[in-house]
T-cell receptor
Framework: GENVEQHPSTLSVQEGDSAVIKCTYS??????FPWYKQELGKRPQLIID?????GEKKDQRIAVTLNKTAKHFSLHITETQPEDSAVYFC??????????FGTGTSLTVIP | DAGITQSPRHKVTETGTPVTLRCHQT?????MYWYRQDPGHGLRLIHY???????DKGEVSDGYSVSRSKTEDFLLTLESATSSQTSVYFC???????????FGSGTQLSVL
């Protein structure tokens, strides 16, 4: 099956700085890579996704990059705000539509 | 949020008892999933379904079974609960392949 590794497990940044979270995956057949944000006590919710035929995607302060050759993808958050504090999960999705998640990154934005 | 309802929201049970968690959706999504969430492990796939009566195992399926007799309902059963199954369980649904999942609110299960 798929194996998704995510780093770092915790990340603290000053408000206004950038945050980067990195993930690697093992199954070269995986072709969809979503990112989820989970606030304390809440359900995970999608914030951005990227498909295998695209190298980069941006949505306001959030961007995701994908390197299929190296099997890694990254989440970039610019101009961080306190409301960005949450746990972020990456996922890799295979041809059977099974979603495999990383272990999560707890992001703290310090005002 | 998509119409996904998990029941119960909280449950405390004893080791060795059977437990069934229910996921109900009103979105007519094809795919349904059960995940467990534990500190340090993220979201781990237990079982998933790609249609009525079509289910398959995920990465942590031992001790769990599922059933999907109609599109809107996906049941997760712990045949004989153990303390290692204490966790938060999330149901998720997806409309089609390579599209985002929608999560339920979760069920906090404690096995004493």
């Amino acid at each position: 099956g798929e194996n998704v590794e995510q780093h770092p497990s915790t990340l603290s940044v000053q408000e206004g700085d950038s945050a980067v979270i990195k993930c690697t995956y093992s199954d070269s057949a995986s072709n969809y890579f979503p990112w989820y944000k989970q606030e304390l006590g809440k359900r995970p919710q999608l914030i951005i996704d990227i498909r295998s035929n695209v190298g980069e995607k941006k949505d306001q302060r959030i961007a995701v990059t994908l390197n299929k050759t190296a099997k890694h993808f990254s989440l970039h958050i610019t101009e961080t705000q306190p409301e960005d504090s949450a746990v972020y999960f990456c996922a890799a999705v295979n041809t059977g539509n099974q979603f495999y998640f990383g272990t999560g990154t707890s992001l703290t934005v310090i005002p | 949020d998509a119409g996904i309802t998990q029941s119960p929201r909280h449950k405390v049970t004893e080791t060795g008892t059977p437990v069934t968690l229910r996921c109900h959706q009103t979105e007519n999504h094809r795919y349904m999933y059960w995940y467990r969430q534990d500190p340090g492990h993220g979201l781990r796939l237990i079982h998933y379904s790609y249609g009525v009566k079509d289910t398959d195992k995920g990465e942590v399926s031992d001790g769990y079974s599922v059933s999907r007799s109609k599109t809107e309902d996906f049941l997760l059963t712990l045949e004989s609960a153990t303390s290692s199954q204490t966790s938060v369980y999330f149901c998720a649904t997806g409309p089609t392949t390579n599209e985002k999942l929608f999560f339920g609110s979760g069920t906090q299960l404690s096995v004493l």
